[in-house]
């Protein structure tokens, strides 16, 4: 039996679930929470930054962070399933979510700006900075939304789950303001979400 750490508020913790459910391995992964602020926490003797998600297969190897942990899943489903193999679409794929990561970083050290320093010490400059990040990808990938096999069966790649959970993560920590500039990514997460029931059984909570 896998165990992945996680917490149910990590929208990269949401990105491994999905793909757990998707490459059909939910009756083979465990999930056990993680707390990154609990230095009593085994994740740390785990992997080492003390970040989640961490994945521990059965021999006892360890895989961080959710990018590892996505190609290992993928490669034990026999490979090409949510990381694309053609050249090409795998570097497309990885480029999204290299992207769609980077909106959740930005958006996570925008949250950690107001959970861990008083108000009257809040940096302006950086979190304009980080918002700035927030606002020219969505952009982009406004002006061009991933499109969704629609091949009966097609899973969606690695890149498009993390598009998914950038944009969930925006709902849950920031609210829906996002969506009333970005209707056509509305559109395309409504249809994710509608195609992969894995997301809204993995909606952040905490």
């Not at 990590?10 to 679930?17: A, E, I, L, M, Q």
């Not at 304009?128 to 982009?140: C, F, I, M, N, S």
């Not at 998914?164 to 925006?170: P, Q």
Request: net charge neutral; charged share 25%; aromatic share 8%.
């Amino acid at each position: 039996m896998m165990i992945l750490r996680s917490s149910p508020a990590s929208p990269f913790g949401r990105k491994v679930r999905i793909a757990i459910s998707l490459l059909g391995f939910d009756d083979q992964t465990r999930i056990e929470p993680a707390d990154p602020t609990d230095f009593s926490d085994s994740l740390r003797r785990q992997n080492p930054l003390g970040k989640i998600p961490v994945l521990i297969a059965e021999d006892g190897a360890v895989y961080y962070d959710s990018r590892v942990i996505v190609d290992f899943l993928d490669e034990r489903a026999g490979g090409g399933k949510i990381v694309p193999r053609e050249p090409r679409q795998r570097l497309a794929a990885l480029r999204l979510q290299a992207l769609c990561d980077g909106i959740l970083d930005a958006s996570i050290l925008t949250v950690y700006e107001a959970r861990w320093r008083a108000l009257e010490h809040h940096e302006q400059k950086w979190l304009d900075h980080q918002a700035g990040k927030v606002t020219r990808a969505l952009e982009l990938l406004e002006s061009n939304p991933p499109v969704l096999a629609a091949a009966a069966g097609s899973l969606p790649n690695i890149g498009q789950i993390a598009l998914a959970c950038a944009l969930g993560y925006r709902d849950f920590r920031f609210g829906e303001g996002w969506r009333n500039a970005h209707p056509r990514l509305v559109a395309w997460l409504d249809a994710f979400a509608a195609r992969v029931p894995a997301f809204a059984a993995t909606k952040p909570t905490g």
